[in-house]
C-alpha cells in the first residue's frame, strides 16, 4: 500500500465501539437492509451487497436512510418482528468481515419528500389522501415543522407536525434502536438535521414557525433530534453508539435557490455561526459521532455534488466545526482519499465518509490496500443509476417506476444492487465477436464478453478508444470522465484485447465472414434541422470541446439541454459570454437526469448571468449573427459562433441480423448508463 | 367440490409450470437460446417488462409479510 493511504487504516472509536479503519460508506437511500419506501422486509439485495461492503474492508457501514414509520403501509419499522429475527444471523456473519454497521433511522422527508405526479394528487386532495391513508399517507410523509412549500410540486405545502406525533415517533426511534441494538447492530444514525429534511426543517429557523417547544430559539429547533437521541440512550442503553447525519450550512439562498461553491450569499438555513452552537448543543444531548457534509434539498449539489463541484467541497466547514466539539466527526461530499489521510493524519478530521464510490467499483478499498489504486474504476457522478429524482419548471419528481423501486444502482457498474440479474456466467461455447467502435459501449461490451470467454475484437475508426465519450468528457471539470476512459483503456489492455485502431467499418459484409457474431457500438451523429436558414453554418460540441476549433467569445446554443449547458459552463470558467435558447420551457428537462445535476447548471447560469430563452428557437444563422425568436419578439444577436445543441439521431452501421446486434447511442439516444446496461443484457446473452 | 377441485389442481399444475418456466429461463444458455431466437430487441423489451412486473409484485408480498407475526 502506498504510505499516504495509512491514515485511513488505522482504527478510531464512536462512544465505546471501535471502528476497524476510517472509511465510512455514507448511507444510499435504496442500499437498505430494510427495503427502500416499500413495507419494512430483510433485504437480500441490500444485505448481499453491505456485506460485500465490509468484505472490502470498509470500516463502518451505514445502509440506505430508514424510515422510522413505513412510506407504504405506515407500520413502525419496530414492529416486524421477524425481520429482527433474520437480522440476527446476518449479523453474525457480517461481524466476522471485523466491521460495524449502524442503521440509518430517518424522521421522514417533510418538504424535500420527492413527490410523483400521483402523490401530489393525493396529497392535494383531502378526502382522496384520507382513503389513501391506511396504505399511503402523503400528507403524514410531507409534514414538516411548519406549513412549508414542497421541493418538488408546486401548489403543495407541509402540514406541521402535531406535538403528539412528533412524541410518538421519538419513542419510536428508541423502540427500534433496542431491537436493533439486541439483533446484533453496532449503533444507529439519525437521519437527519442534514440536506433540508424533517429534522433539519424544524432545525433552520426559515423553516420552522412553531411556537411551542420545538420552534423559536435553537436549543427547541433542535429539540426534536435532541429528544431522539435521549430516548434511544434510554431505552436500547447508554452506552449504544448514536451518530448523526449533519450538514455543517445549508449554502441555500431561499426557496429552491443554492448558492455556487464560490458564492458569497445571505444564508436563508443554517450558517457556520448558529451550526458553531447547533453542534455543542447536540454533543451535550448524547450525539456519539457526527457525519458531516453541507447543503439543503434547494442547494441539492452540496450533499449529492455533480462534476461540476469541487473536490472535498465540504472539507473546511466540517474541519470548522469539529473544533467545537470533542466527538468524531466524519466529512461527505466528494472527499479524495488522499486528501482525507493527509486530514487524519494531522488531526483535523476523524473518517472519510464516501458514498458513491463504493457503487462503481466494489473493490476499492481492497485496490488501495494492495497497491492497485489505479485500478479503481471512478464514479463520475452522474447519478442516473442511483439516484436520478429529476424535476423540471413545473413538474413533480419524474423519475419513473422502476428506477423509484430500485435506488443506488449504478449506471456504470450493472451487478450493483441486482446481481442476480447482472452477472459473469461462463461460456461453453467461446465465439469470435467483431465490435464496431470504441466508444464507451464497445469497450463494455468488450469486457463483458472477455470475462465470458469469448474473443471479441474491437474496430475503432480513430487513433485512440473512447468514441463520443472523448467530446462529452472534454470540460474542463470533467476530470472523472476523463480517468473512466483511462480505466476502460487499461482494463482492455490488462485483458488483452484486440483493437484494430484507424479501421472504419462501413460494410459488415466484410467482417461477417471472420466473426461469429457483430456488435455496432457506432454511436450517433448531431441531429440537423435544415428548415433554419444557415443550418450549416453550426459548430458540433466535437469542434468546440475536443477539436477547440471554435473561436470568438460570444457563443449560442441551439438547444437548451444538458450537453449545451456543461458546454456553457466550460465558456463561463473560461471568461466567455454563452447564450443560450431552448425551445422548451426550463433547461436539461430531461427525465433520468438528477436534480442535484440539473439545479447547479441552471442555478450556474442565473449567477453567471447567461441569457437565457425559453420557449424559443433560432430562425436564421448568418455570419457573425443570428435570428432568435422568443414568444414576444424575434431579434437579432452578434455572436461569433451557433453550437448545434439539438440533439442527436442514432448512426447505426448495416442491418440488423441474428447475429448482428446494436448497442449504445446507435440504437436510441441515452446516457452512460443505458449505454452500459445494454452492453451488459447483450453480450450476458450471447 | 369435483369441480372446485378441478379449479384447484388447474391452478397448481399452472402454477408448477410458471414456476418451472422461470426457473429454467434464469439460466444462461436458456437466455442466450431465447436471445438468439427471438432476437435482441423483442428479448430485451419483454425482459424489462418481466423485471418490472416483478418488482412490483414483491410489493404486495412484502406488505403482507409485513403483516405476520
Known amino acids: 500500500m502506498n504510505a499516504i493511504y495509512e491514515p485511513l487504516f488505522t482504527p478510531f472509536k464512536i462512544g465505546e465501539v471501535e471502528i476497524p479503519n476510517r472509511i465510512v460508506q455514507c448511507s444510499m437511500g435504496g442500499t437498505t437492509l430494510f427495503g427502500w419506501l416499500e413495507p419494512s422486509h430483510f433485504d437480500l439485495e441490500g444485505a448481499d451487497f453491505l456485506l460485500k461492503r465490509a468484505k472490502d474492508g470498509v470500516g463502518l457501514v451505514l445502509p440506505g436512510m430508514q424510515v422510522i414509520r413505513d412510506t407504504m403501509g405506515r407500520k413502525w419499522l419496530d414492529s416486524n418482528r421477524q425481520m429482527y429475527r433474520v437480522l440476527k444471523p446476518y449479523m453474525e456473519e457480517y461481524h466476522k468481515t471485523g466491521g460495524k454497521l449502524f442503521i440509518q433511522l430517518a424522521g421522514g422527508f417533510g418538504r424535500s419528500m420527492a413527490v410523483t405526479p400521483w402523490m401530489a394528487a393525493l396529497a392535494r386532495n383531502d378526502l382522496l389522501n384520507k382513503l389513501a391513508s391506511p396504505i399511503v399517507d402523503v400528507q403524514y410523509s410531507c409534514a414538516s415543522a411548519s406549513e412549508t412549500p414542497n421541493r418538488w410540486a408546486d401548489n403543495l405545502n407541509s402540514r406541521p407536525f402535531t406535538i403528539e406525533e412528533i412524541q410518538e415517533m421519538v419513542w419510536h426511534f428508541g423502540a427500534t434502536a433496542k431491537k436493533l441494538r439486541e439483533a446484533g447492530i453496532d449503533g444507529v444514525e439519525i437521519h437527519a438535521v442534514h440536506e433540508g429534511y424533517n429534522l433539519d426543517q424544524f432545525a433552520i429557523a426559515n423553516m420552522n414557525f412553531r411556537t411551542d417547544q420545538y420552534g423559536g430559539s435553537l436549543e427547541n429547533r433542535l429539540r426534536f433530534a435532541t429528544e431522539i437521541v435521549q430516548e434511544i440512550k434510554k431505552q436500547a442503553g447508554d452506552d449504544f453508539p448514536v451518530s448523526l447525519r449533519y450538514s455543517v450550512r445549508s449554502c441555500t439562498k431561499g426557496w429552491r435557490k443554492g448558492a455556487m461553491p464560490y458564492e458569497e450569499f445571505e444564508e436563508f438555513g443554517r450558517d457556520l455561526a448558529e451550526s458553531e452552537k447547533a453542534v455543542k448543543i447536540l454533543q451535550d444531548a448524547g450525539y456519539d459521532f457526527l457525519n458531516c457534509d453541507n447543503g439543503t434539498y434547494d442547494a441539492w449539489y452540496w450533499a449529492h455534488p455533480p462534476q461540476y463541484m469541487p473536490d472535498n467541497c465540504n472539507l473546511a466547514d466540517v474541519e470548522h466545526i469539529r473544533q467545537f466539539i470533542d466527538i468524531p466527526v466524519a466529512c461527505a461530499g466528494r472527499m479524495t482519499p488522499e486528501k482525507a489521510a493527509e486530514e487524519i493524519a494531522a488531526g483535523r478530521l476523524d473518517a472519510i465518509a464516501i458514498a458513491r464510490q463504493n457503487l462503481v467499483d466494489e473493490n476499492w478499498v481492497t485496490k488501495i490496500k494492495t497497491g492497485r489504486e489505479n485500478e479503481i474504476r471512478p464514479c463520475i457522478r452522474c447519478h442516473n443509476g442511483c439516484f436520478n429524482f429529476s424535476k423540471a419548471n413545473g413538474t413533480e419528481n419524474m423519475q419513473s417506476l422502476g428506477d423509484s423501486l430500485h435506488l443506488a444502482r449504478c449506471a456504470l457498474n450493472p451487478p450493483t444492487m441486482q446481481h442476480n440479474r447482472y452477472k459473469i456466467v461462463p461460456t461453453k461455447k467461446p465465439k469470435k465477436v467483431a465490435i464496431i467502435g470504441g466508444g464507451v459501449g464497445g469497450m463494455e461490451c468488450a469486457l463483458v464478453l472477455k470475462k465470458r470467454g469469448h474473443n471479441p475484437v474491437i474496430f475503432e475508426k480513430e487513433d485512440q478508444l473512447g468514441g463520443l465519450f472523448l467530446t462529452a468528457s472534454a470540460m474542463t471539470f470533467k476530470e472523472n470522465d476523463k480517468k473512466l476512459i483511462s480505466w476502460y483503456r487499461d482494463e482492455i489492455k490488462r485483458y488483452n484485447i484486440e483493437v484494430r485502431f484507424n479501421s472504419e467499418v462501413n460494410d459488415l459484409g466484410t467482417i461477417k465472414r471472420s466473426f461469429d457474431e457483430i456488435i455496432v457500438c457506432t454511436g450517433s451523429v448531431p441531429r440537423s434541422m435544415p428548415n433554419i436558414k444557415g443550418f450549416e453554418k453550426t459548430k458540433s460540441f466535437r469542434q468546440l470541446l475536443r477539436e477547440k476549433s471554435v473561436e470568438g467569445d460570444k457563443i449560442v446554443f441551439l438547444g437548451g439541454g444538458q450537453s449545451s449547458c456543461e458546454a456553457a459552463y466550460d465558456l463561463v470558467l473560461a471568461g466567455k459570454h454563452p447564450v443560450i435558447v431552448e425551445y422548451g420551457n426550463d433547461l436539461v428537462a430531461a427525465q433520468a437526469t438528477c436534480l442535484a445535476n440539473t439545479s447547479f447548471l441552471r442555478d450556474a447560469m442565473e449567477y453567471h448571468k447567461v441569457p437565457v430563452y425559453l420557449h424559443s428557437t433560432i430562425t436564421e444563422i448568418g455570419d457573425g449573427y443570428c435570428v432568435i425568436k422568443t414568444p414576444d419578439e424575434t431579434f437579432k444577436v452578434e455572436c461569433d459562433a451557433v453550437v448545434n445543441g439539438i440533439g442527436f439521431v442514432p448512426a447505426p452501421v448495416g442491418e440488423k441480423s441474428a447475429h448482428v446486434h446494436r448497442v449504445g447511442d446507435c440504437v436510441a439516444i441515452g446516457n452512460l448508463r443505458t449505454v452500459v446496461w445494454r452492453a451488459w443484457d447483450v453480450c450476458m446473452r450471447i | ?69
Open chain 2, 1 to 69: 367440490m369435483k369441480k372446485a377441485a378441478k379449479k384447484l389442481l388447474f391452478l397448481a399444475c399452472f402454477g408448477g409450470i410458471a414456476y418451472l418456466c422461470g426457473k429454467l429461463a434464469q439460466k444462461a444458455e436458456v437466455q442466450e437460446k431465447l436471445f438468439a431466437v427471438l432476437g435482441e430487441d423483442l428479448y430485451l423489451a419483454i425482459l424489462d417488462k418481466v423485471r418490472l412486473g416483478g418488482d412490483l409484485l414483491m410489493w404486495p408480498i412484502d406488505f403482507v409479510r409485513a403483516l405476520l407475526p
